[in-house]
């Protein structure tokens, strides 16, 4: 009965379309008065206790890195570079979009923010090429899914914490499937772009253009350098990156690039203080909805059902893909992640998993959830820049899905893509 009143408060609020960290904080604290058996101190406690992490400290602090950059005029001239390198082939602005957000979401981690950033400047020049608005949209809304693939990723750390697994090993393993989704897409861009037409520029290649936007963009494409050769070098843990990052972003903001000014730190502050309340209410609410599920052994009544409906390793992630599949389409991923990581990885374990192998397939997963509706954060995001409606976007978006599903099938039978970096 508990869990009926659990699921079924939570699925009502959710059609209700009340935020997901209060639904998931409703449904536990209803469920708590409904049964007797927990006291509310639970909820409180647990509110305060989950966040109450130093690992955790590093989503503050990163989603302040990307918010300074952002704003730095960082990716600008990560558009600058991409599109020098690919603007002259078919399809080369669609190209140098993905490109682009492949080298934000190393700063930023996270994918609505790259979809804002990057297709602020991109869809508008897109568009002006005479590219289909749907198309424009569509490539940078699902090329901003690689903001949480790539570190430093927020899921990442979450899963990290969740499932007491390295954090700097899951920023490594990231690098490889991230890049390997960017491919993916990239092949469909140009695949489309062919067959519309969608020539590049008629300036030529120029190695001497390339090698100068380079010289500008250095100071942002060093960042992820910093971060991962900070970690694995034992110079700093990602919590102590996350603020490294946060201080190069200012200096280069400020006094390099001076695209901001002091001025304009309180507006960036409090847009990032924002988001982090955010967040952290849902990393909060997340946590004592799946501590009740854990002691109702949900956990362990589904680890015992998909053990005697197969013993099959290549059933079992199917499924479990299945579910994160559509648990994406209506779960926001950090709250989807602190929810379901207790649940599978016991599981996956059992049935041989790498714990880290695991997390990569939960995040690269679940980005897909950034692109299906009706949740999906970067359709809504990217339907207000370009101003389409999410329908159009949805419908336009659906051959990336695809080319996503494509990369997650290798990320899931070739582990090495992952675990061979780490």
């Known amino acids: 009965m508990s869990i009926f009143i659990l699921f079924s408060t939570f699925a009502f609020l959710v059609v209700y379309t009340v935020p997901i960290a209060i639904a998931l904080g409703i449904a536990t604290l209803v469920t708590i008065l409904s049964t007797g058996n927990l006291s509310v101190d639970f909820l409180v406690s647990t509110l305060i206790t989950s966040v109450d992490s130093f690992p ?3 989503v503050p602090f990163f989603i302040l890195a990307g918010d300074i950059m952002g704003s730095g005029g960082i990716s600008q001239r990560l558009v600058n570079f991409a599109n020098s390198l690919v603007k002259n082939i078919t399809g080369g602005f669609a190209i140098a979009s993905i490109i682009t957000c492949m080298f934000f ?13 990057v297709g602020g400047i991109m869809i508008p020049a897109m568009i002006k090429y005479g590219y289909d608005r749907g198309f424009a949209t569509a490539v940078v809304t699902a090329a901003g899914a690689i903001g949480v693939m790539i570190p430093p990723s927020i899921p990442m750390v979450m899963y990290g914490v969740s499932a007491s697994t390295s954090i700097g090993d899951l920023f490594i393993a990231g690098v490889v499937p991230g890049l390997l989704v960017t491919f993916c897409l990239i092949v469909w861009a140009y695949i489309y772009s062919k067959k519309k037409g969608y020539k590049g520029s008629d300036e030529p290649f120029s190695f001497k253009e390339v090698f100068e936007q380079l010289k500008h963009a250095q100071l942002a494409l060093l960042i992820p350098v910093i971060i991962l050769g900070g970690i694995y070098g034992g110079i700093f843990t990602p919590t102590e990156a996350s603020v490294v990052a946060v201080v190069y972003g200012l200096i280069v903001s400020l006094f390099v690039y001076k695209e901001i000014t002091f001025k304009d730190l309180p507006q960036i502050f409090t847009k990032s203080i924002l988001t ?9 609410t997340a946590t004592a909805f799946g501590k009740y599920l854990a002691l109702e052994q949900i956990p362990t009544q589904i680890a015992n059902a998909m053990l005697a ?6 059933v079992f992630i199917l499924l ?24 599978l990885v016991p599981v996956a374990m059992l049935f041989g998993f790498n714990p880290v192998h695991i997390g990569i397939i939960m995040v690269v997963t679940l980005a897909i959830g950034f692109i299906t509706p009706p949740l999906g954060l970067n359709l809504f995001v990217g339907s207000s ?15 990336f899905f695809v080319a996503m599903l494509i ?9 090495q893509l992952s675990l061979a970096l780490i």
Do not use: H, W, Y
Request: hydrophobic share 65%; aromatic share 6%.
């Open 56 to 58: 955790i400290m590093a």
């Open 105 to 117: 979401a190393a700063i930023s981690g996270s994918g609505p923010a790259t979809v804002a950033a």
């Open 276 to 284: 982090s309340v955010i967040v952290l209410l849902i990393v909060g």
């Open 309 to 314: 409906f197969s013993d099959s390793k290549i």
């Open 320 to 343: 479990m893909v299945a579910l994160l599949l559509v648990v994406g389409c209506f779960m926001e991923t950090v709250a989807a992640i602190i929810i379901l990581t207790p649940i």
């Open 385 to 399: 820049v370009s101003g389409i409606s999410v329908e159009r976007l949805s419908k336009a978006i659906v051959p």
């Open 407 to 415: 990369a997650l099938m290798f990320v899931i039978f070739i582990p």
